[in-house]
Antibody, heavy 120, light 107 residues
Framework: QVQLQESGPGLVKPSETLSLICTVS????????WTWIRQPAGTGLEWIGH???????NYNPSLRSRVTMSLDTSKNHFSLKLTSVTAADTALYYC??????????????WGKGSTVTVSS | DIQMTQSPSSLSASVGDRVTITCRAS??????LNWYQQKPGKAPKLLIY???SLQSGVPSRFSGTGSGTDFTLTISSLQAEDFATYYC?????????FGGGTTVEIK
């Protein structure tokens, strides 16, 4: 079955760049769309953006100036970079498959999440 | 941005109860509405997509209805494993947005 696994540093200093990778198994990243979601501790879910299998992207306007997503088809993984981080970026970061069924896109497979803390 | 408002924010219920959670969109979103379940320490899990379609493997006691601005998630007979937080999410336009969540607790 399809599985996703986030990886990356758990601690990032303020003003630096947060980098996460989502490794996909059981499916080719070239065949689907992919998304990143984050969840600050004890609160709700925030959509960061998604990347289509063509490589084109769609980002949350609240983060657009700081976010970059990319695909690496040779490694079957996709990545998230968030620049100039602050404590407000501290959260649990999830990657998910963004799948189209019945003409509606939905997040049907999720990684377990990667906790990122922004602190000096 | 489309705002998604869930009610109630929490509820207490007993095993066997019928539970209904409401989600309202700030503008019409057709049937572009998904429901997720999240248990503590776990990733969200897709329950319902396109407002009323049951995701494969999800028990039939879960159902979704609605279109336009008003949607409901119903659990017909609450089981012990259903105690969790439930989120709605609109997929009509970006930025994608989620409701604030409804926590279902044991009475």
């Amino acid at each position: 079955q399809v599985q996703l696994q986030e990886s990356g540093p758990g601690l990032v200093k303020p003003s630096e760049t947060l980098s996460l990778i989502c490794t996909v198994s059981g499916a080719s990243i070239s065949s689907y769309y992919w998304t990143w979601i984050r969840q600050p501790a004890g609160t709700g879910l925030e959509w960061i953006g998604h990347i289509y299998n063509s490589g084109s992207t769609n980002y949350n306007p609240s983060l657009r100036s700081r976010v970059t997503m990319s695909l690496d088809t040779s490694k079957n993984h996709f990545s998230l970079k968030l620049t100039s981080v602050t404590a407000a970026d501290t959260a649990l970061y999830y990657c998910a498959r963004y799948h189209l069924t019945s003409n509606v896109l939905h997040m049907d497979v999720w990684g377990k999440g990667s906790t990122v803390t922004v602190s000096s | 941005d489309i705002q998604m408002t869930q009610s109630p924010s929490s509820l207490s219920a007993s095993v066997g109860d019928r539970v209904t959670i409401t989600c309202r969109a700030s503008q019409s979103i057709g049937n572009y509405l998904n429901w997720y379940q999240q248990k503590p320490g776990k990733a969200p899990k897709l329950l319902i997509y396109a407002a009323s379609s049951l995701q494969s493997g999800v028990p039939s006691r879960f159902s979704g209805t609605g279109s336009g601005t008003d949607f409901t998630l119903t659990i017909s007979s609450l089981q012990a494993e259903d105690f969790a937080t439930y989120y709605c999410q609109q997929g009509y336009s970006t930025p994608l947005t989620f409701g604030g969540g409804t926590t279902v607790e044991i009475k």
